[in-house]
Every structure is written in C-alpha cells, then in structure tokens.
C-alpha cells in the first residue's frame, strides 16, 4: 500500500477470528470474521484516512463497510467477499439481503 500510495485496500480470506479494529505499522484495520476455516473481509486505511472514518458496519464475515467523510463528502467502502457455490441456498439468500441492507 506505501509503495502504491494507496489509501485504502480490500483483504478477503484473511481468517481473523471476531470484529475488531487494530492498528498495524501505518493503518489501521478494520476486520469482521466468524470462523478461521474460511471467509472473513478486512478494510485496511492509512494513517492520513483513518481519523476521517465516521462508522463501521460489519454486517457478516463477507461484508463490512466503513463510511469516510473527505472533505464535505461521505465516500462509503464496501468489501464483499461473494458466497461459494458449495454454500446453501439459505445462506447465498442471506448473503444478499445483508447486501441489499449494505447498498
């Protein structure tokens, strides 16, 4: 991210267990994840942004959204990792509906 200049990132698949928020090196992490075994999305933002964050919503280990306030302007982050097609029905329409909620 430092070399890139980037801002904000997306990691998926991370398997951090819980919804927390950590600091590491020059950003701070934002994760949501319910099981090591799979899924999980983290938002991580530098240190410039990280002030400006207004509200987090972790809506399940596949979704998370954070809101920035940049300048006048609301700018909202969403990271979605998509449900597999081993997973049940009930769980892709779960899925969606938190999605739904998120958009």
């Known amino acids: 991210m430092l070399k890139r200049r980037m801002n904000i990132a997306y990691v998926q698949e991370t398997k951090l267990v819980g919804v927390k928020v950590r600091e590491v090196d020059r950003y701070k992490l934002w994760y949501s994840g319910f099981s090591k075994a799979r899924n999980g999305v983290d938002i991580l933002v530098d240190k410039d942004l990280f002030d400006f964050v207004v509200e987090v919503r972790h809506m399940s280990d ?21 449900p597999q097609i081993d997973l049940s029905d009930h769980i892709k329409k779960q899925f969606w509906e938190d999605l739904d909620m998120v958009i």
């Open 62 to 82: 596949q979704i998370m959204a954070i809101k920035v306030l940049v300048g006048l302007e609301n700018l909202n982050v969403v990271n979605v990792y998509t």
